[in-house]
């Protein structure tokens, strides 16, 4: 959905978190994403680096940012912390939702990565808690959180188009004063 919106839409850059983080830290995403709290932690702050570096080297674009807030490592949550957020300066977050059970299908499905099996329930306790760290982050921050269901893309179209975007930019966290 997200790389699908870039491709039409070349004003766009599309970075996912993980590859970046993969690239980075020349580590596979698996190993990264059953990394103990404390390394997750750490590399989100190595993440940020990155990711500004990149956004620099591209000031003509607006970056589509492709990351989750809660990181399943197989043990349990890890929350990104706020401040990893704070410090990309957001104009918008969008959080990518779904019912648990389509999630379990996609996950049975996908070739592409390896996730933790885990039951409906699981997944719909993840799943909230996405969701409120999202809500957490827009409310510690100050920035709008729009929720698009994972695969609406005429829904992510209509959020990210001119004039609804227009209405986000320039609120992000370093034009803001601090809390």
């Known amino acids: 959905m997200l790389r699908d919106y870039v491709a039409s ?4 850059m599309h970075l996912i978190a993980g590859d970046v983080l993969s690239a980075m830290m020349r580590q596979d995403s698996e190993a990264l994403r059953t990394s103990g709290t404390e390394d997750i932690q750490a590399n989100q702050r190595l993440l940020v680096e990155r990711i500004l570096e990149i956004c620099a080297r591209h000031p003509d674009k ?3 940012l ?7 490592n197989g043990a349990g949550f890890v929350k990104v912390p706020v401040a990893a957020i704070e410090d990309l300066h957001p104009d918008l977050l969008v959080c990518v939702w779904d019912e ?4 379990q299908v996609r996950r049975a499905c996908a070739t592409d990565r390896i996730r933790p099996e885990r039951t409906v329930a699981q997944l719909d306790n993840y799943q909230k808690t996405v969701v409120e760290t999202c809500e957490e982050y827009g409310e510690e921050l100050d920035i709008e959180l729009v929720k698009v269901r994972a695969g609406d893309g005429a829904g992510l179209a209509d959020v ?9 930019l320039g609120r992000g966290a ?5 809390k």
């Open 9 to 12: 839409h070349p004003g766009w």
């Open 62 to 64: 607006r970056v589509l």
């Open 66 to 72: 492709d990351a989750h807030c809660v990181i399943d």
């Open 100 to 103: 648990a059970a389509r999630i």
């Open 160 to 168: 990210l188009s001119e004039p609804a975007l227009g209405s986000y």
């Open 174 to 178: 370093a034009n803001r004063e601090p």
